[in-house]
């Protein structure tokens, strides 16, 4: 059987994680993507069938570039991400730098690598996993929200231009979601009275919708998938 296969950037975070598990029991074969955490991506790869590790950092191109440029996949799924929150006059270089090189910078020279083979094979889907943030802006994120609202313009033109090559391209909102990247954020229990559902988000449900805009939803691209819970409307 020809089995379908997919790179998972950010794997080892807890939404990336649940991603790699989704693929893999939809019968995927899974590059898991790390940067760092190499114990972390291992034990994830452990529990999937068909999978294998690839390591690269978000913010180096050329790495990029040779870790990347043979590979063909069906299905990318832009995961990585970091947010470095601090008020805008109060915001350093470094820390606006690193959340743009990371969160934009690096998908699209992600991007940029992976789709050639995409193009020759007149098929393929891309995922790119935005954030709520770059829909209406979080006060102390200038530099993430603009990185994710960098995401979701990127996600719009290129279904424009990859559409002829029958390459999907669509992008995930998700709002407050239970995992690491909430455990530092002040009095968040309180958000959840934002929340029409009551409820913070889990990581399989993002998940789910990752593995329904990149395999399923054939005939959607350049759409933004709110999964918020009605947080934004």
Same mark, same amino acid.
Request: proline share 2%.
């Given at each position: ?13 807890? %939404? @990336? ?98 789709? #050639? ?49 029958? %390459? ?6 998700? @709002? ?18 934002? %929340?029409?559902?009551?409820?913070? @988000? #889990? ?31």
């Amino acid at each position: 059987m020809d089995r379908k296969k997919v790179l998972v950037t950010g794997a080892t975070g807890s %939404i @990336g994680e649940a991603i790699v598990k989704e693929y893999a029991k939809n019968d995927y074969f899974v590059y898991v993507h790390y940067n760092s955490n190499q114990e972390k991506a291992q034990n994830i790869l452990d529990q999937i069938e068909y999978g294998e590790l690839i390591t690269f950092d978000m913010q180096n191109k050329e790495d990029i570039k040779e870790k990347l440029a043979d590979l063909q996949i069906d299905v990318l799924i832009n995961n990585a991400g970091i947010i470095k929150d601090n008020l805008f006059f109060f915001m350093n270089d470094e820390e606006w730098e690193d959340v743009i090189n990371t969160n934009l910078s690096g998908p699209y020279q992600i991007i940029k690598t992976v789709v #050639k083979n995409m193009m020759m094979q007149k098929s393929g889907s891309i995922v790119n996993v935005a954030s709520i943030s770059g829909l209406v802006g979080n006060s102390g994120q200038a530099n993430y929200s603009a990185s994710k609202g960098g995401i979701i313009a990127l996600t719009k033109t290129l279904s424009i231009e990859l559409g002829r090559y029958n %390459i999907r391209v669509n992008a995930l909102a998700p @709002g407050i979601i239970e995992s690491e990247m909430i455990e530092n954020i002040p009095n968040v229990k309180q958000m959840k009275k934002a %929340i029409p559902l009551g409820r913070f @988000g #889990k990581t399989e449900e993002v998940a789910k919708c990752a593995y329904f805009m990149g395999h399923e939803a054939t005939y959607v691209s350049g759409e933004v998938l709110n999964i918020s819970g009605a947080m934004v409307r």
